[in-house]
């Protein structure tokens, strides 16, 4: 069955697309929502230029969509009908864990599309997932991520000392509820390493950000 990612560029997304490729599923294409100009993820604030990089070092084609909030639904059913037209794709994979309105509203938007919801990681253990992300040969940076945090924790590594980290700070390892977000650099899916741009760290409205030049 030939599947889409829903792409984010983070480490969630990239494991369950290797869990999906491991049950027999096969990668077509990846979708990533961006922000009203089309330059910068929705999700994650990871520039077009780099996301372009991840899906040559995965040899995929990459579908954009510019979105506002307030459009955002519409225009993701709308990219999914067309990509099921185009590639042939039966279901899409999404990295969700527990949370049950992403769950929802990802089956929602698929059923609108007549293709099936996958989500691999569904209900597993956070911290474990983490592990199995570092032990599968997933290298993430964090790109963004809260006060709590901070900007010291920007381009971290994730790994077993930056998870013990987080948990002494309160911080949910997986950063399911939006604590921090990362930036895949190398995993089993790329053909190599994609290289990153020069970046500086930036405050803004409560949150920490890297931006690229």
Known sequence: MKVLSSWSGGKDSCFALIKAKEEGYIPAVMLNMMNENGKVSRSHGIKLQILEAQAQAMKLPLVTSAST???????????????????????????????????????????????????????????????????????????????????AFLGREINEQLLNELEDLG??????????????????????????????KVEYDNYCFLTWK
């Open 69 to 151: 909030w307030g459009n955002y639904e519409l225009n993701y059913i709308n990219t999914l009908k067309s990509i099921k037209e185009k590639h042939e794709i039966q279901a899409a994979v999404f990295g969700d864990i527990d949370i049950a309105s992403h769950r929802e509203w990802e089956e929602k938007v698929c059923k609108a599309a007549e293709i099936k919801a996958l989500l691999p990681l569904w209900q597993g253990d956070r911290r474990e997932l983490v592990l199995s992300m570092i032990k599968a040969g997933i290298k993430a940076i964090i790109v963004s991520c809260n006060l709590t945090l901070g900007i």
């Open 171 to 200: 911080v949910d390892c997986c950063g399911e509820n939006g604590e921090y977000h990362t930036l895949v650099v190398d995993c089993p899916l790329f053909e190599t390493p994609i290289e990153l741009p020069k970046s500086e």
